[in-house]
């Protein structure tokens, strides 16, 4: 794709959903009150062959999230986001008839409505599948130490435990990040 092909579906997607959600954030700062619910999709969390472009504008949208949960906490702002798969004109050249027949876009609309009522959670990806919901989560294992003179070698050679994922762990919002603890 073209350099203009890829940034056009980034505004589109990216762009246009945080354009929407800064001109309502100041009156939901002042009202202390307020939902906002993203559209991302499997495609930005897990890849899709094709949809580089579409991919990163959805993934973008969680990071957005990400951060304005953490933003708008303080103003009861909740910010969550939603990976729908249901039949669609975008989709329905994609799906088999058996299987789009079970993907109504009716059937996402519950979660859809619950990730933006009084009792939303924050933060939260919802995915909602013909009547199926569950969640995503960014996720982290425990880092291990290789110490101050590592090398490139000292990470292969330990490659193995770097990258077990049996120890997982999801990043909590009261969790800081540390950039430059120096400067604490």
């Known amino acids: 794709m073209t350099l ?11 762009i246009g959903a945080v354009n929407v959600a800064k001109a309502c954030w100041d009156i939901m700062k002042a009202q202390k009150y307020g939902r906002i619910l993203m559209t991302t999709s499997g495609s930005g969390l897990f ?18 999230m990400n951060s304005a949960k ?18 669609t004109r975008m989709t329905e050249d994609l799906l088999p008839g058996e ?17 933006v009522c009084d009792d939303a959670p924050n933060g939260v990806i919802i995915q909602a599948q013909g009547g199926s919901f569950g969640v995503a989560e960014m996720m982290q294992n425990e880092k291990i130490d290789l ?17 077990d ?17 120096a400067k604490k």
């Open 70 to 87: 953490l933003e708008g906490a303080k103003y009861n702002v909740h910010t969550n986001s939603l990976a729908p798969a249901a039949l």
């Open 4 to 14: 203009d092909d890829f940034e056009l579906v980034c505004d589109v997607h990216l």
């Open 147 to 163: 110490g101050k003179n590592v090398t490139v070698e000292d990470v292969a050679a330990n490659w193995a435990q770097i990258s």
């Open 99 to 115: 299987v789009a027949e079970q993907m109504p876009p009716e059937l996402v609309t519950p979660g859809a409505l619950y990730m």
């Open 47 to 64: 890849g899709n062959f094709g949809q580089t472009n579409y991919s990163a504008a959805k993934l973008g949208m969680v990071g957005f």
């Open 165 to 181: 994922m049996s120890n997982v762990g999801t990043r909590k919002p009261e969790d800081k990040l540390v950039l430059n603890p």
